[in-house]
């Protein structure tokens, strides 16, 4: 199984946001590259074999995210797909871009057959990505979030909870991969974060008096990869919200932060994947990809075609995909407007 890179780094002090240190550092996070390493041709579009539209969707947007792709055309790994995912992911990425202008079936690895719901597919395919990037031995928490997956994609979320008559405040600290946003009464993603970071007031009955609480939760770490899912789907009828939730080409997510003031953390839109249809049960998935050149595609099975930022910003988003970097030089200033450019 693949063997994740082994450094002696130990970290001896915390980044001052109160996370413990692991005992030790699995991936050098200086290694993680967020722009592309080099100009790739598009790559191949993903043949259908039976409900697998959502399985190809997930998997375009996973292939141009650009730290997740540098790594996996630049490492050799364990070459065991059977068993390892990142041996999966690394087979399938190399096949993308091996085979511009042409139509690839996706490996046999991945699970297809019924109509699937993309997000729980994402989150199954980072999670077992994860698993492989640990080693057989028994590792601490903090250590498993140094892998090279959970430098990617993850961050850390804060729990306040703050008793409204002492004032006395308890923190919890959880790692994330991603971020759910109810959207029912939200018009856009900035709305939408600003319902997840909103204090909610909590009351606690003990047997002599009522005690209020109020708990907030904020982005603690952000992560290098911000991965946003808006919760179109209910949880039981699996009926759809069919709504138009606006987001942005550029994202600074500082404002929803424990520490809301400081320098600006902008993120850059990569990749839309989009759900058209009533139901979770029916419908189609497709996606939108920023490739290497900076040229958006509308990725929609073995279709691949150019596509605008104009069009990509216009769609009904379920997942967005984010990444943390300064702009590329030749584009315009990073902004949070929610709006198309004309």
Known sequence: CFQPK??????????????????????????ISLTWAQVQH?????????NTCFLNATLQ?????????????????????????????????????????KVIEPLGEFCRG?????????????SAMQ????PGTELDMRTQETSFIHQVFGGYLRSRVECLNCKAVSDTLEPFMDVALEI????SVAKA?????????????????????????????????????????ADFSGGKLTKDVKYPEYLDLRPFMSQSQGEPEIYGLYAVLVHSGSSCDSGHYFCYIKASSGQWYKMDDSSVAVSDIRSVLSQQAYLLFYIKGPRVPGQEQPGCSSQPRS
Do not use: W
């Open 6 to 31: 082994q450094t002696t780094c130990v970290m001896a002090v915390t980044s001052g946001d109160g996370i413990a240190p692991p005992q030790r550092l699995l991936f050098p996070p200086e290694a």
């Open 114 to 126: 019924n109509q699937e719901d993309a997000h729980e597919f994402l989150r199954h395919i980072v």
């Open 131 to 134: 698993s492989s990037c640990l």
């Open 42 to 50: 598009i790559g191949a579009g993903l043949r259908n074999v039976g």
């Open 193 to 233: 974060l600003e319902q997840f970071v909103r204090p909610e007031q909590l009351v606690v009955v003990l047997t002599f008096a009522h005690k209020s609480h109020s708990l907030r939760l904020t982005i603690h770490r952000s992560s290098n990869v911000l991965t946003v899912a808006l919760k179109r789907f």
């Open 61 to 101: 947007c996973l292939s141009y995210t650009p730290p997740l792709s540098n790594y996996m055309l630049s490492e050799s790994f364990c070459d065991d797909p059977v068993l390892c995912m990142m041996c999966t992911m690394q087979e399938h990425i190399t096949e993308v871009f091996a085979n511009s202008g």
């Open 184 to 187: 029912q009464t939200a018009p």
